[in-house]
């Protein structure tokens, strides 16, 4: 560990209370001593997880087990099938065409753009008769995204490039001539303030530079406001997904494609969640939870959206409805049943029995490709130890056959995921999977990774990754937690996770453990947690509030200081789930409360910690991480690690190269074997 580092006189009065921020100067990445400071902290963590004898064997390991092919997305239009694949050990998925012969050509490889694989295609975009396709390109793991668009007969990339982009989607007219999508004013680079309002819907028309893109829809009142546009399937209308944020509450709009005139805002009080399920005429169906906090969808004539004209089409029952296509003339319905999906058909108009699908593994649908005609339907299952694999329902006959399978080399039957329930502290049942080899012995030994989000109305469903395998085949267990804040149960389980609530969350995870090492799972020196982003929020709150009950803690990309996040990045995207400490005394009260940057206490032994983040995260800056470092080091009584990890060429995580992935869990991996005393046999054996 590096000599603890320079804190300055820094206080700001909250509403009454003078809070202390001695390195605030570490919010400035561009300062010759920030990145000075950021290079010695780095350096110092790479001689440490570099020292330890295992970490090569380990990523050696790493390597084989994620040498396989992964399937991503797969989309139908006109005669063709789209659909994205990476291969071994590529550093990005590519896009694919496959035409109706059989044979399959690769459109994007984004792997070429880039020698250290830091270009990634983060989403594509069919127009309707398959020839043109709109992708988007983001640079170091960056949340913009650049569009482009290439020729699918020829393979040739077309002149059009769309920047400043963020979250967007390009909505094709039928025509395939141009596309709506979303965009912000050029940035300022030279700092990390909020840059996310003003968002703007434009039309480009194919071959035309941006600049002629003509202006479709904004809001000078409302700023903060994003706009998502969609094309009814039948061309008649533009539909706007108004969103506030991550807000869960949502606002529907609609104009005629062809107008040039102004939006009906439908839905327009931000009352509710509304999700365009499709159209049939004028009838718009919509997934909604406005009197249904496990959602239900509803049928209404366009010209009558207000409640008293709605047709409900899809109950709400006791699971949450998580999602709902139209696909040969019936509804395809997906809940959240105890934190796994489960489908469901129904005739269009929502009458008669729900025909249950029977799926073959119990876990997530990563992606489905619906048209309101297509009679077979693709989407993409996953579960802890069932890679993403391709599958295709036949809606008439209601069966399940697989499309694209994956083959690993990886002895899966010899594990097992269950799920158990655990009460919280208030006795609310909270669901947990528990991933492990079968037999396994439960003397308090073990080791347990255990994991969590609990936010943003979020679940946390099962999901496959390569490095789970690892830690398995070490006799590891690998436990995955639903607390309160994410959507498992329906906007209560939300809410109840939420503002001043967000304490539950914390308990839920606290209980976790405590069912952990009760049920002899592990015992606290044992027991190791990991989260990302406010996932990272929630391992390093608990670390302080319950040190003991932890052994080593894997924080990443976190959100840290919770009195200042919103002036970053896209942090005004997340006051309505956390609150805002600066303009509401309340917020403040209950921000401060478990602030991890403001609760670490001077003296105290805390577990051993990793932190890592990346210098190009433009959405949960690199500040909170070094701030949060910077405190616990200078709080450190010297008894147990603190290390900061800084990834370069890298953001908060979508897009990261194979490479560097395999390099930030071989580090992991060795830190926390290292912590428990687990490398002395060889990495791979049982």
């Keep these: 560990m590096t000599q603890p580092s320079q804190a300055e006189v820094v206080v700001e009065n909250y509403h009454g209370v003078w809070v202390a921020d001695p390195f605030r100067w570490l919010e400035d990445p561009l300062s010759e001593r920030t990145r000075a400071w950021t290079d010695e902290q780095n350096t110092a963590a790479r001689a440490v997880l570099d020292a330890i004898p295992a970490r090569a064997a380990i990523e050696a390991r790493l390597k084989q087990l994620w040498n396989h092919t992964q399937l991503g997305a797969h989309v139908r239009r006109g005669d063709r099938l789209f659909f994205l694949r990476k291969d071994g050990l590529q550093n990005q998925p590519c896009l694919y065409v496959e035409a109706p012969s059989g044979e399959v050509r690769t459109l994007v490889d984004p792997n070429r753009l880039r020698a250290d694989g830091t270009a990634a295609l983060t989403a594509f975009s069919p127009n309707d008769d398959g020839t043109k396709v709109a992708y988007a390109i983001a640079q170091s793991g960056s949340d913009w995204q650049t569009i482009h668009v290439v020729d699918v007969e020829t393979g040739a990339t077309e002149p059009d490039e769309i920047s400043w982009c963020k979250f967007t989607n390009a909505a094709w007219l039928p025509d395939g001539s141009g596309f709506f999508y979303t965009r912000f004013p050029e940035p300022d680079t030279s700092r990390v303030a909020d840059q996310s309002q003003g968002a703007r819907v434009h039309f480009h028309r194919l071959g035309a530079p941006q600049s002629d893109d003509a202006l479709v829809y904004h809001r000078p009142d409302a700023p903060a406001l994003g706009f998502h546009p969609e094309v009814s399937e039948d061309g008649r209308y533009l539909f706007l997904h108004v969103t506030h944020g991550t807000d869960a509450e949502t606002r529907l709009y609609v104009r005629p494609l062809g107008s040039d005139g102004d939006f009906q805002r439908l839905l327009d009080k931000a009352d509710a969640m509304y999700r365009l399920v499709g159209t049939v005429g004028d009838d718009l169906f919509v997934l909604t939870d406005f009197g249904a906090p496990n959602r239900r969808v509803v049928k209404f004539h366009v010209d009558r959206p207000e409640p008293e004209h709605w047709v409900e089409v899809v109950p709400e029952c006791e699971h949450t409805l998580s999602f709902c296509a139209m696909a040969g003339g019936k509804l395809l319905v997906c809940y959240l049943q105890d934190a796994a999906h489960r489908v469901h058909l129904l005739p269009s108009d929502g009458h008669g029995t729900p025909i249950p699908i029977e799926l073959p593994a119990l876990g997530t649908l990563t992606t489905l490709s619906a048209r309101s005609t297509d009679n077979r339907v693709l989407f993409g299952l996953t579960s802890f130890l069932f890679p993403n694999q391709i599958f295709e329902l036949d809606v008439e006959a209601g069966l399940v056959r697989p499309f694209r399978t994956v083959e690993m080399d990886f002895p899966v039957d010899a594990y097992e995921t269950v799920q158990v329930f655990y009460p919280s502290k208030d006795g609310t049942r909270v669901p947990m999977f528990l991933t492990h080899r079968k037999g396994l012995a439960l003397d308090g030994n073990n080791p347990v990774l255990l994991t969590g989000y609990g936010g943003f109305n979020l679940p946390t469903t099962p999901q496959f990754s390569p490095s789970v395998l690892y830690w398995l085949e070490q006799g590891g267990v690998y436990a995955s937690a639903n607390m309160r804040g994410g959507s498992e149960y329906g906007q209560a389980w939300h809410r109840a996770g939420m503002l001043e609530q967000k304490q539950n969350v914390f308990d839920d995870f606290h209980a976790a453990a405590e ?48 009195l200042r996040y919103h002036r970053f990045t896209v942090g005004r995207y997340w006051v309505g789930e956390y609150g805002n400490a600066e303009e509401n005394a309340e917020h403040f009260r209950f921000l401060y409360s478990y602030s991890p940057l403001h609760n670490v206490v001077y003296g105290r032994v805390y577990p051993p910690i990793l932190i890592t983040t990346a210098d190009s995260d433009d959405r949960v800056v690199p500040s909170h991480a070094k701030k949060f470092y910077a405190t616990l080091q200078a709080a450190s009584p010297g008894v147990n690690p603190i290390l900061l990890r800084v990834e370069s060429g890298a953001g908060h995580g979508l897009g990261k190269p194979t490479s560097k992935l395999i390099a930030e869990q071989a580090d992991i991996y060795a830190f926390i074997g290292q912590v428990f005393g687990m490398l002395e046999t060889a990495p791979g054996t049982p």
């Design 515 to 562: 069912w952990l090492v009760a049920r002899g799972y592990t015992r606290p020196g044992r027991l190791a947690t990991r989260g990302g982003s406010n996932g990272g929020l929630l391992v390093a709150a608990t670390m302080l509030q319950r040190p003991e009950l932890y052994g080593a803690v894997i924080c990443q990309v976190p959100v840290i200081d919770m």
